[in-house]
């Protein structure tokens, strides 16, 4: 079992940044995505982490600006957000895929454990 759980989110301003946490038990060797759903919209990939920390996957929309790590030796993945913009603008969650442990899924379907989110608000 995986219990997953978020924070690091809040209210910024454009070109600010933000630094995201997933804490989880179990997390340690399991690929590790980020999602965000912005209000009326979709759920929608972020960036994810193989299990070996060693490949990292971004959306275009994020590339350049977002970076995924992990520290094994705190079971927490992290999204370093730089040049923050206001589309932004959403819940962003972590998830871990347990199922298919060598892969680098970056569709929501494939994981299995979800956190409950973390809201991530940016003006202009």
């Known amino acids: 079992q995986v219990q997953l759980v978020e924070s690091g989110g809040g209210l910024v301003q454009a070109g600010d940044s933000l630094r995201l946490s997933c804490a989880g038990s179990?997390?340690?060797?399991?690929?590790t995505g980020w999602f965000r759903q912005a209000p009326g919209k979709e759920r929608e990939f972020v960036s994810v982490?193989?299990?070996?920390?060693?490949?990292?996957d971004y959306a275009e929309s994020v590339k350049g600006r977002f970076t995924i790590s992990r520290d094994r030796v705190t079971n927490t993945v992290y999204l370093q957000m730089n040049s923050l913009k206001p589309e932004d603008t959403a819940d962003y969650y972590c998830a871990a895929d347990s199922r298919t442990p060598w892969s680098l899924p970056v569709s929501s379907d494939r994981y299995d454990y979800w956190g409950q989110g973390t809201q991530v608000t940016v003006s202009t």
């Open positions: 179990g997390l340690r060797f399991l690929p």
């Open positions: 982490i193989n299990w070996n920390d060693d490949i990292t």
